[in-house]
């Protein structure tokens, strides 16, 4: 399975972001998916997880309300809508698939990792 990460970028504090993820290669619409990220010099934090059909979401508190995890398992496509971007969600996001089916916030459950994009959120 190959994981695909696009639509990052630089956005000033207060903007938005949308966050894909193309999967190929694997039964996409079995597995869970999951997004993480990593700041410079901090841990790998959990971002939001969806499981295979969409029904069952986990999300981080520090980011509920800002941000919204959703699939498109007719399209292997998998999104991050971020809204009001803070300069503290500056960091790597990592899209990752887990082939169990159920979500998960723990990034060692998961079986695949796409390359990551870049979000900068200048203040």
């Known amino acids: 399975v190959q994981l695909q990460a696009s639509g990052g970028g630089l956005v000033q504090t207060g903007g938005s972001l949308r966050l894909s993820c193309a999967a190929s290669?694997?039964?996409?619409?079995?597995?869970?998916m999951g997004w993480f990220r990593q700041a410079p010099g901090k841990e790998r934090e959990f971002v939001a997880a969806?499981?295979?059909?969409?029904?069952?979401?986990y999300q981080s508190d520090s980011m509920k309300g800002r941000f919204t995890i959703s699939r498109d398992n007719a399209k292997n496509t998998m999104y991050l809508q971020m809204n009001s971007l803070k300069p503290e969600d500056t960091a790597l996001y990592y899209c990752?698939?887990?082939?169990?089916?159920?979500?998960?916030?723990?990034?060692?459950?998961?079986?695949?990792w796409g390359q990551g994009t870049l979000v900068t959120v200048s203040s």
């Open positions: 990752a698939a887990r082939r169990n089916g159920l979500s998960s916030s723990y990034y060692w459950t998961y079986d695949y």
């Open positions: 290669g694997g039964t996409f619409n079995t597995y869970a």
């Open positions: 969806i499981n295979w059909s969409g029904a069952t979401i």
